[in-house]
């Protein structure tokens, strides 16, 4: 937790006038019991109705300056505790966008999600209580037995053999209730993981009729939560009432043994409520303190959790400022890159080497699982291979800074994900100062222009949530527009193309041959038809290549070639595409 606190810094003078306020306001508290006191044993003692009346005014005073401080310490806490969980969400926010693919799954998104969202809450809940309870409960204390003693020697070691007993009570029970607060932790988690899967999922599980299974998933995880919450709150089901037990017993001893001492005119009446005022304020505190106190534990956890989000060291990381510096554009080569994922046993690409030059497309293609989405992947470096190098225009990407080499890739990734907003909102976020011409001829280029325009609001029109409005087709038109309009360097289709139908296929190839004149394009293709005028085509087979060269080539020369066309192309459609070639050539 004492990591954490730096991001208190910007709101110092909030928190230190919520502090000041507080003790303001404490000290008011204390002051009326003796007031009280000194009300009924000199003005109603001696029938003093003017001084009556004049402690009646100094305690209308304190009264009304004690709530007002303690509403600006309640005000200036809130703003300073507000403030420092913005500043703790926007770290762990701005930590996570420097995360490797392979850093999100060693925390986990739900956990991400959570960690964001429930764990900062509770910090924030619990600095309030901290500051409004916690804090004041020891100067409460100490300056409640100070003038207990000062009022009566006997009841103020009474008072102190009540706080002891509370005390010891109150450890007890929360060396119990701590660590089910760390449990909760975990099993929300789990709940926010499944429940995350449940909704995200929802069209596979009807799909196969998996409500009933999924419904159970949920249903456990609720209960496991709601079995840790049930045990947390029999904890205090017991502590409060035990507390207040406690509290009652210890001023009706206070009225019994401060009723006999009256009698035997040792005390004055009038420290009789003063004491029982001291001592409920001592308790009550106590009381608040320990309910606050079984709060921490859950902070602490959280704080925990946090700081394994802001300690955890990114995987990809920008090496010293290096020259980078070059005459080439857009030219991209692999030499001998090996790449394996994170706990895997075999490596996913193995001794990888091709290059890619300005004005060409180079297609990769392979089975399930060869390794053909990874090597997208790595371009913009979503996560580090293990041996070789990446070279954009001769320099090794690893010298590049990560926004510097990412602004000079227009990356489309295999699922489509657009931003909630406009369709114009959703291109823009390739280019943030394009204008609308910009916007239209990378629509047009990708096709979209058409549908954009037949729609009601058009480029105004609304996208919702990951463009669940929009088709499959819809979305990757308007992802493949987003990358088009940043004209980068290089340009990377992750099987970008596999939602359109094969007429749109083709105007879209045909207008991006015209629009990468400067440009490299990497194109991941599980559709052979969409890759037959590629300048290379490499092959793919259990992250090894298995043959380099064009359509004609490796007709020739690739087994693994010929054996995907034999799939996908008809005898009468590959001699068709082989005449052609001889005419192109």
């Known amino acids: 937790m004492i990591k954490l606190l730096h991001y208190m810094k910007p709101h110092k003078k909030m928190l230190a006038g919520a502090v000041i306020f507080l003790f303001f306001n404490n000290f008011t508290a204390m002051l009326l019991p003796t007031l009280t006191a000194e009300l009924i044993n000199v003005g109603v003692a001696n029938r003093d109705i003017p001084y009556i009346y004049r402690i009646c005014v100094i305690m209308l005073a304190v009264a009304v300056s004690g709530g007002l401080s303690s509403i600006v310490s309640a005000i200036m806490a809130s703003k300073a ?135 159970k998933r949920f249903v456990d995880s609720c209960h496991d939560y709601r079995d840790v919450a049930v045990k947390t709150g029999r904890v205090f089901a017991i502590l409060l009432p035990s507390l207040f037990l406690i509290l009652d017993l210890s001023v009706a001893s206070v009225i019994w043994f401060g009723g006999i001492q009256v009698t035997a005119g040792s005390m004055e009446i009038g420290s009789i409520f003063a004491l029982i005022e001291y001592l409920t304020i001592i308790l009550f505190c106590g009381v608040m303190a320990v309910m606050g106190f079984m709060e921490i534990p859950r902070a602490l956890s959280s704080a925990e959790r946090i700081n394994e989000v802001l300690n955890l060291t990114p995987e990809i990381r920008d090496e010293p400022a290096a020259d980078i510096k070059s005459s080439l554009r857009g030219t991209l080569e692999f030499q001998d890159v090996t790449f394996m994922y994170a706990n895997a046993e075999e490596p996913v690409l193995s001794h990888l080497s091709f290059t890619a030059k300005p004005g060409e497309t180079t297609a990769i293609i392979g089975g399930t699982g060869s390794g053909k ?37 227009g990356f489309i990734p295999q699922k489509a994900f657009l931003f909630r907003g406009t369709i114009e909102s959703n291109i823009r976020f390739g280019k943030n100062d394009a204008s609308m011409e910009e916007i239209q001829a990378a629509a047009k280029v990708a096709q979209a222009h058409d549908f954009i325009e037949g729609l009601e609001n058009g480029y105004h029109s609304y996208v919702a949530q990951a463009g669940s409005n929009l088709s499959g087709g819809q979305k990757q038109r308007i992802a493949i527009a ?90 009468k459609e590959l001699q068709g595409k082989e005449d052609h070639g001889h005419e192109s050539a």
Not at 375 to 391: D, M, T, V
């Open 373 to 409: 989405s990874t090597i997208a992947n790595l371009i913009p470096r979503f996560y580090q291979i293990n041996e070789g190098k990446i070279l954009l225009n001769g320099i090794d990407i690893r010298q590049y800074p990560q926004k510097t080499l990412r602004d000079r890739i």
């Open 482 to 571: 987003r990358a088009l309009v940043k004209k980068p360097e290089v340009y990377v289709f992750d099987d970008s193309f596999s939602a359109l139908d094969f007429k749109t296929d083709s105007m879209l190839r045909k207008a991006l041959k015209a629009e990468i004149k400067d440009s490299s394009l990497i194109l991941v293709a599980q559709r052979i038809s969409t890759i037959l005028d590629a300048d290379q085509i490499i092959v793919l087979d259990d992250g090894k290549v298995a043959g380099i060269g064009t359509h004609k080539e490796l007709m020739k020369t690739c087994a693994i070639y010929q054996q995907i066309a034999a799939t996908q192309l008809s005898e």
């Open 81 to 215: 505790t507000a403030g420092f969980c913005k500043e703790l969400r926007e770290a762990v926010f701005m930590k996570a966008q420097q995360y490797s693919l392979t850093d999100f799954q060693t925390i986990g998104t739900a956990s991400m999600i959570t960690r964001c969202t429930n764990d900062i809450n509770i910090i924030q809940r619990s600095g309030m209580m901290f500051l409004r309870i916690l804090l004041p409960a020891p100067l409460m204390t100490i300056v409640g037995l100070t003038l207990a003693f000062r009022t009566n020697v006997r009841m103020a070691f009474f008072f102190v053999a009540v706080i002891l007993f509370f005390g010891i009570m109150a450890y007890l029970i929360g060396r119990k209730a701590i660590p089910l607060f760390q449990h909760i932790q975990k099993r929300m988690d789990q709940l926010t993981y499944v429940l995350r899967e449940g909704i995200t999922g929802v069209r596979v599980i009807r799909a196969f009729n998996r409500e009933e299974f999924e419904k």
